[in-house]
């Protein structure tokens, strides 16, 4: 007999519906019909495929597509059922007591245009709404609970981290240490898949790149690029041999429980000139700096725009997080369930900062045809600044 495993804690999930429901009745809205599978599995326990409806008031209901069974077991939900076609819902809603809803929230941030039309013809007699941001912002504030699985992921990036130096050896292509990288992060438990909430953005553990590698430019959302294995991917590892003297970034993200840590540190077999390393070494004062100002109330476009400024006073403007025009416009970005979550320390953002975020900070710099020097850390938002959940040692290890 299978035994699936139920994971999220029933007075955590209990609460988090609660609060849900408060932002809901806040903004006027009558219910909600969850679709998107890190939603699914932050609001029920769950990221089967189904529908999941969250009233302002009573009773969440889970209707499960595939699987029931695992579903029903994996969730802590009070109310979990089989449906097989979202044109029953309605008649479901009902069923259960349930009133139509006069306005009913969507993720419209990540559905699609077909489903967005599917569900405003399936509930005809509803007003349609967004509801992503009032989500987004509630997963942004994590949990002891959600603090404690995203403690247990850091050390297993560190651990990551720590494997380095008995792995990389001169004359290995990237992606050939990066297959003996993953595979012992995959023995630690690393789930594999890493959930992006932003669209057509896709990453397998992360980038590791050697040398000037490492500085070339992709259509990742990220200041390094690299290569890849071909144009269909084009990022992270390629076949670049690793040479001595030059660094070895290893920017990887380790999932552990569903909940994420994102670790940058950089490797070099042999030395590295002056350059990069005053460089990284200008990184690690930025990070320190942002670590005591990242207090609750402090500004995610005030921070970015503090450590943008500092890069240009220590003379790497045309450098800093990544290289050319096209140089992105954030230092830093929220992590759990998702890689990219709220807040976004990014230009322009007014999203103030609240205790209990926690960030991947990463300021980089980017020097083409030399590589890529810098750090990122996983960081938890307290009353008096940043603490660093991963902790193995920031500077460049030498080997």
């Known amino acids: 007999m299978i035994r699936y495993n139920r994971s999220t804690p029933e007075p955590e999930q209990k609460t988090r519906i609660a609060v849900f429901q408060k932002r809901l009745e806040n903004n006027g809205v009558d219910a909600v019909l969850i679709l998107q599978k890190a939603d699914m599995f932050y609001y029920s326990g769950t990221a089967q495929q189904g529908w999941l409806y969250i009233p302002a008031e009573g009773k969440p209901l889970l209707m499960v597509f595939k699987d029931f069974d695992r579903a029903k077991a994996e969730s802590g939900l009070d109310q979990v059922i089989s449906l097989v076609s979202p044109r029953d819902i309605p008649s479901t809603l009902i069923n259960f007591g349930y009133k139509a809803p006069g306005i009913?929230?969507?993720?419209?941030?990540?559905?699609?245009?077909?489903?967005?039309?599917?569900?405003?013809?399936?509930?005809?007699?509803?007003?349609?709404?967004?509801?992503?941001?009032?989500?987004?912002?509630?997963?942004?504030?994590?949990?002891?609970?959600?603090?404690?699985?995203?403690?247990?992921?850091?050390?297993?990036?560190?651990?990551?981290?720590?494997?380095?130096?008995?792995?990389i050896k001169e004359g290995l292509t990237e992606i050939e240490f990066a297959g003996m990288?993953?595979?012992?992060?995959?023995?630690?438990?690393?789930?594999?898949?890493?959930?992006?909430?932003?669209?057509?953005?896709?990453?397998?553990?992360?980038?590791?790149?050697?040398?000037?590698?490492?500085?070339?430019?992709?259509?990742?959302?990220?200041?390094?690029?690299?290569?890849?294995?071909?144009?269909?991917?084009?990022?992270?590892?390629?076949?670049?041999?690793?040479?001595?003297?030059?660094p070895v970034l290893v920017d990887y993200v380790f999932v552990l429980n569903g909940y994420t840590s994102d670790h940058t540190r950089i490797f070099c077999i042999g030395t590295l000139s002056d350059d990069l390393l005053k460089a990284h070494e200008a990184m690690l004062e930025i990070q320190e700096r942002v670590k005591h100002k990242a207090i609750p109330g402090a500004s995610a476009g005030e921070i970015y725009d503090m450590m943008k400024s500092d890069a240009t006073t220590k003379g790497y403007k045309d450098s800093f997080m990544?290289?050319?025009?096209?140089?992105?416009?954030?230092?830093?970005?929220?992590?759990g369930i998702e890689l990219d979550e709220f807040p976004f320390i990014a230009q322009g953002q007014s999203l103030a900062l609240e205790k209990g975020m926690i960030i991947?900070?990463?300021?980089?710099?980017?020097?083409?045809?030399?590589?890529?020097?810098?750090?990122?850390n996983t960081l938890l938002v307290t009353d008096h600044g940043?603490?660093?959940?991963?902790?193995?040692?920031?500077g460049i290890t030498l080997i």
């Open 104 to 167: 009913l929230g969507l993720e419209l941030d990540v559905l699609s245009a077909n489903q967005y039309i599917l569900f405003q013809k399936i509930f005809a007699g509803s007003q349609i709404t967004d509801v992503s941001l009032e989500i987004r912002l509630q997963r942004a504030v994590k949990s002891d609970y959600e603090i404690s699985l995203m403690r247990e992921s850091s050390h297993m990036a560190d651990k990551v981290a720590a494997r380095v130096p008995d792995l």
């Open 181 to 246: 990288l993953e595979a012992y992060a995959r023995s630690l438990g690393h789930q594999g898949l890493i959930r992006m909430r932003m669209w057509d953005n896709d990453l397998f553990y992360g980038h590791i790149m050697a040398g000037p590698g490492a500085a070339v430019p992709s259509s990742f959302a990220s200041p390094t690029g690299g290569m890849g294995v071909n144009p269909s991917i084009a990022q992270g590892p390629g076949f670049n041999i690793i040479r001595r003297n030059e």
């Open 322 to 335: 990544g290289a050319g025009e096209r140089r992105i416009r954030f230092t830093g970005h929220g992590i």
């Open 360 to 376: 991947a900070l990463e300021p980089k710099i980017v020097l083409p045809g030399k590589g890529v020097v810098g750090i990122e």
């Open 386 to 394: 940043l603490e660093s959940l991963t902790t193995y040692r920031d």
